[in-house]
């Protein structure tokens, strides 16, 4: 239990709680059961046992009756069949417990609970509780029942046991909660709906608490403790810049988005702000413009991406941008090699004479070491740890007489992080909770948005019609597979095959293809093809969901659109619709759908709005499936609570938290003793948000 589930306390077994009870306090007769019922509870005795088929197909059955009518009970397990006839003989009364399912017009139940009917006290059962188990758990005889045992023997032996309080009276009473042992207890044995109910309710608002506490602690203790450099005045680079070299014209959003960064940095505190905005809403103009007000003020600043292919990209647009004026910037990847050239960076560097740095994690390397690092840029924050966020602190020049061990011994950069993944709010404040939060949410003018259809995989002639009608219009179109090659397992469009099929229905066209397998050198040859237009059509497979930027690209194909997530379609679909013409994503997939993929390509259909993809997205996958969540530095893990079901209580819990910080600052109230204790508790086996340094 401890390898399969990380369970190594008590404690961690009581907070193991079942992902659903099913009432087994009623029994039900043969006669009444229905194929549309979840799960029932039948009694009676076997009245004998035949065997069915052959190899794969081979199976037990025990027909089973109550008195009241015939149903059978399945078992296709050969392995198991003669225990089975030995542990259920004939004649003997048994409790069974199972889903009815309708086979060939009769009422089976399939690898059925069977229990002695003198060994279960029914009414004494109520709502038993299922734990989530794996396989191999399984097959060493560790299943849902074992777990309830070990609880329920656990609970035994806390009876008359003192549970102390996490939270303060004071809260406790506010809001009406349940004590935390009756809580923990009912959330395994609720004698009652109502019960379960109301212990669900103190778990998940104790869980969003104590994380919104610890969040919000931090960022109290970082702007009370954390100086920043003050860039007093906007100079010669970035005024050059808006009245000579700007692309376009800046958005609404993007005036104002500046603006709160011009404030945070000349505020004497270090900046700490998230930059959310679509794809294509201008975040990387804003990057720089941000960067040559911390080279207005001589200091130097640094892009990290989580790619090398994302910050060769960004190393390009920043040498176009900033095409004549006297800015030295450079390019520090895995793929930069020569000792003598990666000397000449370094060197660079520490000497000030580069002012801009791109790179990706060799940033973070030891002997990267900057002159006067004023500025930090982390784009796609969520592929970075909080850890790496850390170290960047240390890049900072060290402050005057520094000697303590805290927070005041450097004067860290400021730090602007950046997402093209918009973030629903609730998560917003449950991952970036200690981060000022600014939203570009215009497209610069003349971008259209895109249009996007849905195309089932048999009417591929008219998707060729389609593609082919903007090519000849002089565009060019992506085709992007979810594998590189067919395989056996899984009935996908696979790109080999795929791009084939293209070579021979437009051989008068020239096509590349793109994949994660290819080496880095090949690839970037096939990527650069496509973007001089020497070819028409990239097959890709997901390699080109980032940093990948034709503007002449028109059309967005995605085969088996159903095998991506809302946020990968959403960033795919973002490769489009860069230039001024009128761009269109198709999604292709089978015709037969279930009725949440249905829901899912609707929503991409309808919307081109990122927040407002992210947040059915959130509903559909929840906040621990979403990409980067756990490396994001969510405080505690969430046992119970769900973030894209429970937005008011994590709004509460932000509240609260916030009027206990209020109230005891030095955290020495006596009545709050137990919870700050508690709360070191839990960091300690997280994320200490008070000693991120």
């Not at 621990?624 to 008011?648: K, P, Y």
Request: hydrophobic share 40%; charged share 25%.
């Amino acid at each position: 239990m401890e390898s399969e589930l990380g369970i190594t306390t008590f404690r961690g077994l009581l907070y193991y709680f079942p992902y659903k009870h099913i009432d087994r306090s009623r029994l039900y007769h043969i006669h009444e059961l229905t194929a549309d019922m979840p799960f029932v509870q039948i009694k009676g005795e076997i009245l004998s046992f035949e065997e069915e088929g052959v190899g794969r197909k081979r199976r037990l059955i025990a027909h089973f009756t109550d008195g009241h009518g015939v149903t059978d009970l399945v078992w296709f397990q050969a392995t198991t069949f003669k225990w089975i006839k030995r542990s259920y003989p004939a004649g003997k009364q048994f409790i069974v417990f199972g889903r009815p399912t309708l086979f060939n017009g009769r009422i089976n139940i399939a690898h059925p609970d069977i229990d002695p009917a003198d060994e279960l006290q029914l009414g004494a059962m109520g709502l038993q509780p299922y734990y989530n188990t794996t396989e191999k758990m399984k097959r060493g005889g560790l299943n849902s029942r074992s777990i309830e045992r070990f609880t329920r023997t656990l609970f035994e032996r806390l009876q008359g046991e003192v549970m102390p309080e996490t939270l303060p009276q004071s809260i406790i009473d506010r809001l009406l909660l349940v004590p935390l042992a009756q809580s923990l207890h009912d959330l395994h044995y609720p004698a009652t709906a109502d019960a379960l109910r109301r212990a669900t309710y103190r778990q998940k608002f104790e869980e969003l608490f104590f994380i919104q506490l610890g969040i919000l602690r931090y960022a109290r203790q970082r702007q009370q403790q954390v100086f920043g450099h003050v860039f007093s005045h906007v100079g010669n680079l970035f005024n050059t810049f808006y009245q000579h070299n700007l692309p376009f014209s800046l958005t609404e959003a993007q005036k104002r988005v500046i603006r709160e960064m011009r404030h945070d940095m000349g505020s004497g505190k270090q900046m700490n702000r998230l930059l959310q905005g679509d794809v294509g809403s201008g975040k990387t103009l804003v990057a720089l413009m941000t960067m040559l007000i911390a080279l207005d003020n001589d200091y130097q600043a640094c892009l990290m991406a989580p790619t090398e292919i994302l910050a060769e990209q960004h190393y390009a647009t920043f040498c176009e941008f900033l095409n004549g004026l006297p800015v030295k910037v450079a390019l520090l990847t895995g793929a930069v090699k020569g000792k003598k050239k990666r000397t000449a960076i370094l060197d660079g560097l520490s000497s000030g004479d580069i002012q801009i740095l791109i790179g990706t994690h060799a940033v973070l390397e030891d002997n990267v070491a900057f002159h006067r690092l004023g500025l930090v840029v982390i784009d796609e924050q969520h592929r970075f740890g909080v850890a790496q966020r850390a170290r960047l602190w240390k890049k900072g020049p060290q402050a005057q007489g520094a000697q303590t061990g805290t927070f005041a011994d450097i004067t860290p950069p400021h730090v602007l992080v950046m997402t093209a993944t918009p973030i629903p709010r609730t998560l917003a404040m449950t991952l970036y909770g200690d981060l000022d939060v600014s939203i570009i949410d215009e497209l610069p003018p003349g971008r259209k948005p895109i249009e996007t259809r849905h195309f089932w995989q048999e009417r591929s002639e008219s998707l060729y019609r389609g593609m082919r009608a903007e090519i000849a219009k002089g565009r060019q179109v992506y085709v992007v597979y979810p594998l590189i090659q067919e395989s056996e397992k899984m009935d996908l469009q696979d790109l080999e095959n795929g791009y084939q099929e293209l070579c021979h229905v437009f051989p008068d066209l020239t096509i590349s293809k793109v994949h994660g397998k290819m080496k880095s050198a090949e690839k970037d040859a096939e990527m650069e093809r496509f973007v001089s237009g020497e070819t028409q059509i990239l097959v890709a497979t997901t390699v080109i969901e980032v940093g990948v930027n034709v503007p002449n690209a028109s059309v967005m194909v995605i085969m088996n659109a159903e095998r991506f997530g809302l946020a990968q379609l959403h960033q795919l679909r973002g490769r489009v619709g860069r230039g001024a013409e009128q761009s269109y994503c198709i999604l292709v997939t089978k015709y037969n759908l279930s009725q949440e993929t249905k829901q899912r390509i609707q929503i991409m259909c309808d919307t081109t709005d990122g927040f407002e993809i992210a947040e059915a997205d959130l509903r559909f996958r929840g906040p621990g499936d979403l990409e980067g969540t756990q490396q994001s530095g969510m405080a505690f893990d969430l046992h119970i609570a769900n973030v894209a079901r429970d937005g008011q209580l994590v709004q509460l819990a932000r509240d609260i938290a916030n009027e206990i910080l209020d109230n005891d600052p030095g955290q020495n109230l006596p009545e709050n003793a137990q919870m700050w204790r508690h709360l070191k508790e839990l960091a300690r086996d997280n994320v200490d948000w008070s000693n991120i340094s």
